[in-house]
């Protein structure tokens, strides 16, 4: 057995911020699938008794402990191993500024939007109309960080696109 089990869907944009964690801090770590779509199993009884009471996904379990939320499982992460972890109180402040605005604007925001099914949108990137705009500001947000940030150390701007183009994909698997 590994060392951590993610329950986890992959449409979930949460489950995909923990694994790709667990993937860059090498760790010894196996997916558990979860049936969100079809059979609703975090809804479930016997998933709130054994996994998540709240009937979440993901949940990552480490050690006797079955942690919900992915910025507390990436701080979990970053701690229990020391990598990605910030030095000093303000470094990790800002990181976890930086967490719940991902988890609340971002995927909060465009995660629905990407894991709609492809005849409900109304937008290339999934979106209605409505809140194309909204999205466009968070984005926004997020590139202008990443910018300053490649600019201090002297670099280019290159994540930008990255990331601007990583938001726009749906999730969608028909």
């Known amino acids: 057995m590994a060392q951590y089990q993610l329950y986890c869907f992959a449409q979930s944009g949460n489950a995909y911020r923990a694994a790709l964690m667990l993937n860059l801090i090498g760790a010894d770590w196996e997916p558990i699938w979860v049936d969100f779509f079809g059979k609703?199993?975090?809804r479930s009884p016997q998933y709130r008794a054994n996994v998540n009471e709240m009937g979440e996904?993901?949940?990552l379990a480490h050690e006797g402990k079955k942690l919900s939320q992915s910025g507390v499982i990436l701080t979990y992460l970053a701690k229990h191993t020391g990598k990605f972890h910030p030095e000093g109180e303000d470094?990790?402040?800002?990181?976890l500024r930086w967490i719940i605005f991902d988890n609340q604007k971002v995927n909060g925001?465009?995660?629905?939007?990407?894991?709609?099914?492809?005849?409900t949108r109304t937008s290339r990137c999934g979106l209605t109309a409505s809140r194309h705009c909204?999205?466009?500001?968070?984005?926004?947000?997020?590139?202008q960080d990443i910018?300053?940030?490649t600019a201090d150390r002297g670099g280019s701007s290159a994540p930008r696109s990255?990331?601007?183009?990583?938001?726009?994909?749906?999730?969608w698997f028909s």
Do not use: D, N
């Not at 470094?91 to 990181?95: F, I, M, P, R, Y």
């Not at 925001?109 to 005849?119: K, M, N, Q, W």
């Open 57 to 59: 996904v993901p949940v």
């Open 147 to 149: 910018h300053c940030r």
């Open 134 to 143: 909204r999205a466009g500001s968070i984005l926004t947000t997020l590139c």
């Open 109 to 119: 925001f465009l995660g629905p939007a990407s894991t709609s099914p492809p005849s």
């Open 40 to 42: 609703g199993e975090p």
């Open 162 to 171: 990255l990331l601007r183009w990583s938001y726009s994909q749906p999730r």
């Open 91 to 95: 470094k990790e402040l800002e990181a």
